[in-house]
């Protein structure tokens, strides 16, 4: 093995898919990468990180509310595209040909053209990590979708590619009732 520059060490473990995150301000909407993103657990809360340097943190602050949106990876150019730019001076769905559909619990939209939306509110902000404890409030999948491979960031301007789903339900099953 070789040596690793400590300040890559999160490129080993990457936490979850590249999501954008929606907002809505009480005036315009507007659109986010987040590429760092957890489940809490095996319940419908969420955790992102994000701060003041992205314009939408204000908008998600003021109404505690927003939508993670999940893009596949035929949409790679418009996830970097958004998280190249500040909605401070972008109409970004405008700019990215992406389609607001109005939400059914939050106001920020959902974006039709990703594989998955779910509208949260914020639970909770751990200020010392800029994190952002979501929980989820109602979820939207759209299952004719063909392309469902999503997108993960390295930290280095490169991604990987969701591949093959490997099905090991029956075995967990297995190992669960074993233990009860």
């Known amino acids: 093995m070789r040596q ?19 907002t809505h301000d009480g005036t315009k909407s ?13 319940t419908p809360v969420f955790a992102i990180t994000t701060g003041p340097w992205n314009y939408s943190f204000a908008a998600l602050r003021k109404t505690r509310e927003c ?11 418009q996830v970097v595209g958004i998280g ?15 389609t607001a559909v109005p939400g059914k619990a939050v106001q920020a939209p959902l ?3 990703c594989l998955a939306n779910i509208e ?4 909770d902000l751990v200020r010392k ?14 299952p004719a979708r063909k392309e469902k491979r999503m997108l993960h960031a390295v ?3 490169t991604f990987l590619a969701d591949g093959r789903r490997l099905d090991r339900r029956k075995m967990m099953a297995a190992k669960i009732a074993e233990e009860v």
Request: with cysteine.
């Open 4 to 22: 690793l520059k400590l300040s890559k060490a999160f490129t080993l473990i990457e936490p979850g898919p590249v999501v954008l995150v929606t």
């Open 155 to 157: 930290g280095d301007g």
């Open 30 to 42: 507007n659109v986010m990468t987040i590429s760092w993103t957890m489940v809490v657990d095996f």
């Open 84 to 98: 190249t730019c500040s909605g401070a001076d972008t109409d970004k769905f405008a700019k990215y040909k992406l």
């Open 111 to 113: 974006i039709q053209e």
């Open 120 to 123: 949260c509110r914020v639970v």
């Open 67 to 77: 939508v993670i949106a999940i893009p596949t990876v035929d949409m790679i150019d």
């Open 129 to 142: 990590h800029n994190i952002v404890v979501l929980e989820g409030v109602a979820a939207h999948v759209d």
